[in-house]
Structure formats: structure tokens, C-alpha cells
């Protein structure tokens, strides 16, 4: 399974657009890129998958430039509710497990 | 629709007792289902993978005969922590993946586990 590196942490302000990047060197040619949210005491949740290029869903974008080397998730308009820990998988076996890196906190402030 | 759920979703119990914790893939079948473990800001961990009808995976490091699992039906999986010790005061979180067809995994909320 491909290595992921992410930030550890990032603050930003409610409003404000956040740009989460991974870096993923090492990704193999069918692996997609999975990003999941978690807040205290929870479980993590699905955010946005992708492959390549572009994918936007109501929550978030997920950019992915043409080496897949490293992707983008995008947060628009961050409100309080989005402070979490984020973390960015790479993987291409389905039904696997999913191995977790560090994850990057996301403090939102008002 | 793939919801999973998690029982309880706390305990405390005392050095030497064995706690079950339940996990439930609601609304879908899951053949396989995976256990992780969570210490206070750390990532997850996984301890293992569970396999409806047969012997779990356990990861390096995992005691199979301490953290049992027992993945008895498509819906359902469960973990023992048997003997439990304040080290393994943890929290407990299992997810399920509706089979081949899909990369995506569903998280149950986790199992806060203290032990006295």
C-alpha cells in the first residue's frame, strides 16, 4: 500500500476555503484515493473518492494533477462544524483494510 | 443506505473481566468486517479482519486468543477483550465493506472501552 503524507495540522477561519494536499508518491496504477473525516469519539466518515482529474461531490472536491503523485481535497466555505482530523488513503484492493496515517487536524475558528 | 452500527457505545469494566463489543452492518451484507483500535490522538490502528465464516486475520503485534472475533453472520461481527487490563482502555471501531464491487468502507461510531 502506497505511503500518504499529509500535514499534521492546519487552522483556518469560518468562510474560508480549505485546501488539504497528500502526498502519495508511490502510487500504484490502480489505486484510488479515498479521503475520510473524523471527529472525537466517532467513527470516520466517507468524505470523496477519486481516481484522477477532478471529482466533486456536496461536501468537497477532490483534485488529482496527472502523476497522482499527491491530490488536493477541497473544503469550501468552511463552517465550525468542519474541525475534524482528515485523513487521505490510497488503495486499489477492494474489500481490504485500510491502513490510516496520521491524518491532518483541521482547526476551524470563528 | 450502509449504515453500521456498534454495541455498546461505551463500557467500563474491571481488571480481569472480558467485555464483548458488537458490530452491525444494518442495512447490507458484509462478508468482511475490521476491527481498529484508537488511543487519544493517535490514528487507527488495525487489529484485524474478519471474515464471515471463517478464522480471523490478526495484525502483528494483535493477541489472537486476548482480542477474540467472532464473524459468525453476514451482519454481524463481534470482539472480546478477554482478561481486560487498563491498557487495553481503548477506542474500539469496526468497519464493514460490502464486498468486491466497491473500495469504500463504512465506519461504525466506535466503543469506548475503560478498564479500572
Known amino acids: 500500500l502506497a505511503k500518504t503524507t499529509q500535514p499534521i495540522s492546519m487552522d483556518s477561519y469560518e468562510g474560508q476555503e480549505v485546501n488539504i494536499t497528500c502526498s502519495h508518491n508511490?502510487?500504484?496504477?490502480?489505486?484510488?484515493i479515498t479521503w475520510y473525516q473524523q471527529f472525537p469519539s466517532q467513527g470516520p466518515r466517507f468524505i470523496i473518492q477519486?481516481?484522477?482529474t477532478k471529482v466533486t461531490n456536496e461536501v468537497a472536491s477532490l483534485f488529482i494533477p496527472a502523476d497522482r503523485k499527491s491530490s488536493t481535497l477541497s473544503l469550501p466555505r468552511v463552517s465550525l462544524s468542519d474541525t475534524a482530523v482528515y485523513y487521505c488513503l490510497v488503495g486499489n484492493q477492494a474489500g481490504t483494510a485500510l491502513i490510516f496515517g496520521k491524518g491532518t487536524t483541521l482547526s476551524v475558528s470563528s | 443506505g450502509a449504515v453500521v452500527s456498534q454495541h455498546p457505545s461505551w463500557v467500563i469494566c474491571k481488571s480481569g473481566t472480558s467485555v464483548k463489543i458488537e458490530c452491525r452492518s444494518l442495512?447490507?451484507?458484509?462478508?468482511?468486517m475490521f476491527w481498529y483500535r484508537q488511543f487519544p490522538k493517535q490514528s487507527l490502528m488495525l487489529m484485524a479482519t474478519s471474515n464471515e465464516g471463517s478464522k480471523a486475520t490478526y495484525e502483528q503485534g494483535v493477541e489472537k486468543d486476548k482480542f477474540l472475533i467472532n464473524h459468525a453472520s453476514l451482519t454481524l461481527s463481534t470482539l472480546t477483550v478477554t482478561s481486560a487490563h487498563p491498557e487495553d482502555s481503548s477506542f474500539y471501531i469496526c468497519?464493514?465493506?460490502?464486498?468486491?464491487?466497491?473500495?469504500?468502507?463504512?465506519f461504525g461510531p466506535g466503543t469506548r472501552l475503560t478498564v479500572t
Open positions: 468497519s464493514a465493506s460490502k464486498g468486491a464491487s466497491t473500495y469504500e468502507q463504512y
Open positions: 477519486g481516481y484522477k
Open positions: 442495512d447490507f451484507q458484509a462478508t468482511t
Open positions: 508511490n502510487i500504484a496504477t490502480n489505486d484510488y
